[in-house]
Antibody, heavy 122, light 110 residues
């Protein structure tokens, strides 16, 4: 069974940093692109970032470009999101999502983790 | 304002057929696969339709997807109370070099 377990969320002050992690199991991790998607409670889904199977293609939403960094460690079956210079508007539930192909574009996402909460507040 | 346009709400009675639309452009729906997700209250989204019209195993055949030009739609037949949820369409956007979602459609089963 495919499983994605996020961790690393929490309450953080504006301007500070966090590192979100996603532990993957149940599939051949390095065959698939991986993604981060966030959702403000009560609002819609917002794509954050995507990374190809070999980290060769990386994409970010304009709202996080220059502040967030996606990475993966295929040896550890893990996905990461380094979130810097956090703002109040980054407060959301962050989901780790498996791609249904090795490429982050053209194709899409299939399995979602349960998410981790990031709250930015002083 | 979402790049993909969905109606904010839809409704139907048990047993009815409901369709949810998703309108985009040549840079997204017109040139890339469309995916549909169902989000039940308090849970993570779940894949409902992938690559325009494919159903993952475990998803009832009451759910179907289609794409025509720059629009896509999700049809739910034989509506059931447990179908009450938020539904999102998504696709890659070549112009934005990013993934885009519809704003979501809240389905109510009357």
């Amino acid at each position: 069974e495919v499983q994605l377990v996020e961790s690393g969320g929490g309450l953080v002050q504006p301007g500070r940093s966090l590192r979100l992690s996603c532990a993957a199991s149940g599939f051949t991790f390095d065959d698939y692109a991986m993604h981060w998607v966030r959702q403000v409670p009560g609002k819609g889904l917002e794509w954050v970032s995507s990374i190809s199977w070999n980290s060769g293609s990386i994409y970010y939403a304009d709202s996080v470009k220059g502040r967030f960094t996606i990475s993966r460690d295929n040896a550890k079956n893990s996905l990461y999101l380094q979130v810097n210079s956090l703002r109040a508007e980054d407060t959301a539930f962050y989901y780790c999502v498996k791609g249904d192909n090795g490429l982050p574009y053209y194709y899409g996402m299939d399995v979602w983790g349960q998410g981790t909460t990031v709250t930015v507040s002083s | 304002q979402s790049v993909l346009t969905q109606p904010p709400s839809a409704s139907g009675t048990p047993g009815q057929r409901v369709t949810i639309s998703c309108s985009g452009s040549n840079s997204n729906i017109g040139n890339n696969f469309v995916y549909w997700y169902q989000q039940l209250p308090g849970t993570a989204p779940k894949l409902l339709i992938y690559r325009n019209n494919q159903r993952p195993s475990g998803v009832p055949d009451r759910f179907s997807g289609s794409r025509s030009g720059t629009s896509a739609s999700l049809a739910i037949s034989g509506l059931r109370s447990e179908d009450e949820a938020d539904y999102y369409c998504a696709a890659w956007d070549d112009s934005l070099s990013g993934r885009v979602f519809g704003g979501g459609t809240k389905l109510t089963v009357l």
